[in-house]
């Protein structure tokens, strides 16, 4: 029979780690409420066709290192702030993110198109050297009203060696894994 008063090494071990797990799960539960239901794992649901077409947004407002580097980025709620400081909209979607901002400042868009960390990619070559459309890896996003569950292409080994052969651009391996 267990004593009660006194907890065995194991026991205390497994009642820190169901605490964590309880704790890790609570998390969670309120990141998940904080969406709005259906929508993808993106703290708002973003409008990318409303910004683009209506708006008359460019790329590079908010992807902003496309041009000059290696990663194109993701803009911040701050960025969004900018103009949505004050509601312009009766969107109930406006409202949260202008609550959000005002709990929470830095809630991040998640990154959706992901290479492993062994793969070398640039964009500044690819958009800028190369010329290429962003839709010719990334689909239709620039026509999405939210944010999709999952990145909309799936960037493969072959789909970059394609264009290269096509191209007659390196195939070498360590051009893009080093
Ligand atoms: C007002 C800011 C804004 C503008 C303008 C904008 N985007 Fe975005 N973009 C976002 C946000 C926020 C996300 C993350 C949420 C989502 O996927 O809708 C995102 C996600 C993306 C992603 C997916 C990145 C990933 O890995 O998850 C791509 C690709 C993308 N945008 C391309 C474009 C292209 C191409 C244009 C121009 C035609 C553009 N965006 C214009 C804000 C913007
Ligand atoms: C350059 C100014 C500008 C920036 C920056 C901007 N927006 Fe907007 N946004 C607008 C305008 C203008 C409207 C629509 C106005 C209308 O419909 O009359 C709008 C509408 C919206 C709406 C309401 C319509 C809907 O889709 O539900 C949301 C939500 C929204 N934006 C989110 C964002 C987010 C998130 C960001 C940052 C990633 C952002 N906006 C960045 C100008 C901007
Ligand atoms: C030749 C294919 C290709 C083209 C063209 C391309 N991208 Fe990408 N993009 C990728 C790959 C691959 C990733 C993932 C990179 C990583 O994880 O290292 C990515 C990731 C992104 C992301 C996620 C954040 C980041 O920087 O990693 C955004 C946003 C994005 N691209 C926007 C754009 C925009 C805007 C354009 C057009 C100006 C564009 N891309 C053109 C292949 C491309
Ligand atoms: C649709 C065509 C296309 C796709 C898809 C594409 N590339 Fe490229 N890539 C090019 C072109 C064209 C160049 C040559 C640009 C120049 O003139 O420097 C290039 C150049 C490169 C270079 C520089 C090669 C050198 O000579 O050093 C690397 C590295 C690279 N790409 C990696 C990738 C990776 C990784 C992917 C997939 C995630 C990819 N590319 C997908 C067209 C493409
Ligand atoms: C033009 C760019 C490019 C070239 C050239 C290239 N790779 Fe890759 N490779 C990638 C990308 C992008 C990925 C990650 C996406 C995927 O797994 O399809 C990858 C993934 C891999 C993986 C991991 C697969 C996995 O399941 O995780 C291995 C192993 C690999 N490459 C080996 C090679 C070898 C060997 C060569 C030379 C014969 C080579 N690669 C040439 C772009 C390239």
Redesign the pocket.
């Known amino acids: 029979m267990m004593s009660g008063d006194r907890l065995s090494p194991t026991r205390r071990l497994a009642l820190g780690a169901l605490v964590l797990v309880a704790a890790a799960v609570g998390f969670a539960a309120g990141r998940f409420l904080l969406r709005p239901a259906g929508s993808a794992p993106q703290p708002i649901a973003f409008n990318h066709l409303l910004h683009v077409e209506e708006v008359g947004m460019e790329c590079a407002t908010c992807h902003e290192h496309f041009a000059s580097g290696e990663h194109a980025g993701l803009p911040g709620i701050d960025l969004c702030l900018t103009c949505h400081e004050e509601p312009m909209t009766e969107s109930p979607e406006e409202r949260r993110l202008i609550e959000l901002a005002g709990i929470d400042p830095s809630p991040a868009f998640i990154k959706l198109f992901r290479?492993?960390d062994?793969?070398y990619?640039s964009h500044r070559r690819h958009t800028v050297v190369a010329g290429l459309e962003c839709s010719t890896c990334h689909g239709p996003i620039a026509s999405t009203t939210a944010p999709p569950q999952a990145a909309l292409v799936r960037?493969?080994?072959?789909?970059?060696?394609d264009c290269?052969e096509k191209n007659d651009?390196?195939?070498?391996?360590s051009?893009?894994?080093r």
């Open positions: 290479m492993p062994h793969v990619y960037i493969t080994m072959q789909m970059c060696i290269h651009v390196t195939g070498d391996c051009a893009c894994h």
